[in-house]
């Protein structure tokens, strides 16, 4: 197992360094969800009531309601800003000489997802960090239950991630594909809004938010603060994100993916 274990510790100082030179991913990735919870939560307030649905037994604000949706964002985000990473590399060489390690391939990609989820879990309690200095708090124990939860999430995220990166063969390519997948998933999910604040506007735009992996990601996190598990969430974050997994899988495989598109002229 030495070797393994190496390639695990190796990849994951490199994603580490690399999170550390690059200081302005870090704030980025804490702007966004602030800007959210300060600004977009604060102008919400009064417009948007919320009823007592589980895991709340009273009625919450709306700024309280949104934190598991933007814990969710900073793994999406995260989760894609790693793949993006993985473009890169491919481009300039770094992937290619990884790759013809004698080790599995579906290793060293599940160790870069490894290491790049526990630096989105680090982002997250960052995040919760300062908005429990604008009030918005939760009990210990909800911190400590929510730990389990973030990593099956951001596994899912980053496996996504990891999928789309290997069917995208230039870096110019990358943001195109970024705004057709992240915003959908976002928007169209329960990160800002109520199942059933979404049923009042359009029955498929609720089944279409029920179905969103991402919906069940920030559900799996909003049950976890309240130390409650979601084992529907649990389990469909699970299925999601082992077929996006065995996709990047597939893709990375010399016999149909990179190498393979890479020979191809033009």
Known sequence: MTPWLAALTAI???EALRFIGQRGRFVAALVRPMLWLVVFAAGFRAALGLSI???YATYTT???YIVPGLCGMILLFNGMQ???SMVYDREMGSMRLLLTSPLPRWWLLVCRLLASTAISILQVYVFLALAAMFGIRFSW???AALLPSLIPAGLMLGALGLALSSVIRQLENFAGVMN?????MFFLSTALYPLWKMAESSALLRDICAVNPFSQAVELIRFALYQQLNTA???WVLLSGLVWLGLAVWGYDPARGLIRKAAKPG
């Open 180 to 184: 057709f997948v992240i915003f959908p």
């Open 233 to 235: 969430a649990l389990a």
């Open 62 to 64: 709306y700024e309280v």
């Open 12 to 14: 994951t100082q490199r």
């Open 82 to 84: 790693s793949s993006l």
């Open 141 to 143: 124990g909800g911190y």
């Open 53 to 55: 649905t589980p895991p």
